[in-house]
């Protein structure tokens, strides 16, 4: 009885977990921590999802349970956003099932298509759930870079050469979690065919579809003719609406994909709470100027902190779309390694950042940034950063940070 159960056993301790231990301390012993740490929006969704909400909450009859793939309504309102958006046409019917946002529906897609010993392709760096969903289900992942160049399908080829069973699902995560790097639909074309030679499944997360920033549109995969072949797609209310807690996400794309979805689902669970699904429909079919006000939001922090860092000795790359920074560690203090850095940072500058590590062993070297704070308090932050790095003996610009 004292072996570890078998799925245990395959997954590391969550390093992320530790920073996070040790900012809930340090925020329960009264200190002002400026959380960068989590992918948490801060804002509020909008008025009208939460009165749709609390309007069907209201009705006798919706407390019962729900359907496992979703309401009609709220299947047909994502299959209109594709159209809308990408100009793709989606059957609500074969082709969407909702998911209890995207990590639930990525996982429940594991278990339904693979099998013990199968290979999978993701990305290192990249967002744990893009692994270890596969981890769980028994699969074995070999890493390719999250770099969209072409060493990255030098990789993809060396990996059908040289992997033994041959990679039968490829993950891919664009706008990027956690680098940001965002790729052109023309990356795309090229996948879908490499995918279409090599009889493998492509899985995307498009979770951050309306976080782009410069005027530059985030492609979907699906817009690809013959896409959906071999694609399915998730997408997700969390940052687009600032809807996270609210659970509620979808798969779209190849039909015999999220028909297995589908089924493992209906075993698994009941669906999403009506009320909430009702509400998501809203959110869907409704105003949709919240979307570009957030965006705005967004970009507006991100080149008020990639400014006021870098007026405190930090150069943070500006990202192209999503909530975040990937940010190398300032050169003097690499050395230090990105857990330890993190460490450092919560500890002397009060501020919370998530290490690289915690993303895959690729992401040594850096920390993601999430910008879930407003203007003034990234301002102070990198106030705060700029006296830990002069306390590290940094050099840093003598103009004043923030």
Wanted: aromatic share 10%; hydrophobic share 40%.
């Amino acid at each position: 009885m004292s072996e570890e159960f078998y799925r245990i056993k395959r997954l590391p301790p969550y390093v992320i977990a530790e920073v996070n231990a040790m900012r809930a301390a340090a925020r329960a012993g009264g200190e002002d921590i400026i959380d960068l740490g989590m992918g948490n929006p801060d804002l509020p969704p909008p008025a009208h999802v939460i009165d749709k909400l609390c309007e069907v909450a209201r009705k006798p009859d919706a407390h019962g349970y729900s359907q496992s793939k979703g309401i009609p309504g709220l299947r047909k309102a994502q299959a209109n956003y594709y159209g809308r958006r990408f100009g793709v046409d989606i059957d609500p019917e074969t082709e969407v099932v909702v998911t209890m946002g995207s990590k639930e529906g990525l996982a429940s897609l594991a278990t339904a298509i693979t099998a013990p010993g199968d290979v999978v392709l993701a990305p290192n760096p990249s967002y744990p759930i893009h692994t270890f969903g596969f981890i769980i289900a028994g699969a074995t992942i070999r890493a390719v870079p999250t770099t969209p160049d072409e060493a990255y399908f030098e990789s993809l080829e060396r990996a059908m050469n040289f992997t033994v069973p041959r990679p039968s699902i490829l993950v891919v995560n664009y706008p990027s979690n956690p680098t940001a790097e965002a790729v052109d639909l023309a990356f795309y074309e090229r996948l879908v065919a490499w995918a279409k030679e090599n009889q493998v499944w492509i899985i995307s997360d498009l979770a951050y579809s309306e976080l782009y920033f410069d005027g530059k549109p985030t492609p979907s995969i699906l817009q690809v003719k013959g896409a959906k072949d071999v694609a399915v797609e998730f997408t997700s209310l969390s940052k687009t609406y600032s809807m996270a807690g609210w659970r509620i996400g979808f798969a779209v794309g190849n039909r015999k994909l999220i028909g297995a979805m589908t089924r493992v689902k209906s075993y698994l669970d009941y669906g999403a709470f009506t009320p909430v699904q009702a509400a998501a429909c809203a959110a869907l079919n409704g105003p949709q100027d919240i979307v570009e006000k957030n965006r705005m939001l967004y970009h507006k922090r991100r080149d008020v902190m990639v400014e006021s860092f870098a007026r405190a000795g930090w150069d943070i790359p500006s990202p192209a779309a999503s909530m975040f920074a990937w940010a190398p560690l300032p050169p003097a203090l690499a050395h230090l390694g990105s857990l330890e850095f993190s460490k450092q940072l919560l500890s002397h500058a009060k501020v919370a950042v998530a290490p690289g590590v915690g993303y895959g062993e690729n992401g040594e070297g850096f920390v993601r940034i999430a910008m879930v704070e407003n203007e003034q308090r990234l301002r102070q932050a990198a106030r705060n950063v700029r006296k830990y790095l002069q306390s590290m003996g940094v050099n840093t610009p003598s103009v004043k940070a923030g």
